[in-house]
């Protein structure tokens, strides 16, 4: 097993924002779209304490657009060990209420992955979703995903399903679960935290479970401020 492109993939798509500037809930896409003119800054630091050991470092920026659509870029990579694998990485969200009260939401995004690094291919990953939210402090998502080879690295196109659980305990802490069905790069379960008691900081410890071997298991911290 190729663990570090695996590991790789899954920080392509490891991003996490507060409710008020939200892309992902860890990595599956969020209902949430940040309003127009916000920009939204993060760095994600997945890393292992086990053999194989690595940390990495992925900077990203996102912004509301307009119209319930927000676009974001990222650049991961490896930081301590093997190749660094440098990709530029852009994404578009569109999310909508389908009803007046607002409980269900539609939610339609893409990735598109442009590698820096010499002797990769371009990537694309695409998703639909819908959300419904109970009681006030509970969402929930599902929907399905569609990725070419490049991103799930397996060789081939890969499609499955994805969703998410959300359950904000204060205005300050949420407990949240997100995760992939498959046996590719994207397929990780990744229970955590959003911890936000500082104003426009927040912050989210988690953990990264691999579908696919132990070895692709890897923690999550992440700090993130909006403008």
Same mark, same amino acid.
């Given at each position: 097993m190729k663990t570090l492109p695996l590991i790789a993939c899954a920080i392509? #798509?490891? =991003?996490?924002?507060?409710?008020?500037?939200q892309q992902t809930i860890f990595n599956v896409p969020s209902q949430d779209v940040l309003s127009?003119? =916000?920009v939204y800054g993060e760095i994600d630091v997945p890393f292992r304490i086990d053999a194989p050991k690595y940390v990495a470092i992925t900077p990203r920026v996102v912004a509301g657009l307009g119209y319930n659509f927000e676009g974001g870029v990222n650049l991961p990579g490896y930081i301590n060990q093997g190749d660094?694998? !440098?990709t530029a990485m852009f994404t578009i969200k569109h999310s909508q209420?389908? &009803?007046? /009260?607002?409980?269900w939401t539609l939610t339609e995004g893409a990735? #598109? +992955?442009?590698? #820096? /690094?010499?002797?990769?291919s371009t990537g694309v990953f695409g998703y639909v979703m819908t959300g419904y939210k109970l009681f006030g402090s509970l969402r929930l998502d599902a929907g399905g995903y569609i990725a070419t080879d490049a991103v799930s690295g397996t060789g081939k196109s890969e499609v499955g399903a994805l969703g998410s659980i959300e359950y904000? #305990? =204060? &205005? !300050?802490? /949420?407990?949240?679960? &997100?995760? +992939?069905?498959?046996n590719n790069a994207l397929s990780y379960i990744t229970p955590g935290l959003f911890v936000g008691?500082?104003?426009k900081w927040i912050f989210y410890p988690a953990y990264q479970i691999s579908n696919v071997s132990r070895d692709g298991d890897s923690y999550l911290l992440e700090a993130g401020y909006t403008f």
């Open positions: 392509l #798509l490891g =991003t996490v924002c507060t409710a008020a500037a127009p003119g =916000t660094k694998l !440098w209420s389908l &009803d007046t /009260t607002a409980p990735h #598109l +992955y442009l590698p #820096l /690094t010499a002797g990769r904000t #305990l =204060t &205005d !300050w802490l /949420t407990i949240a679960v &997100d995760g +992939y069905s498959g008691p500082f104003g």
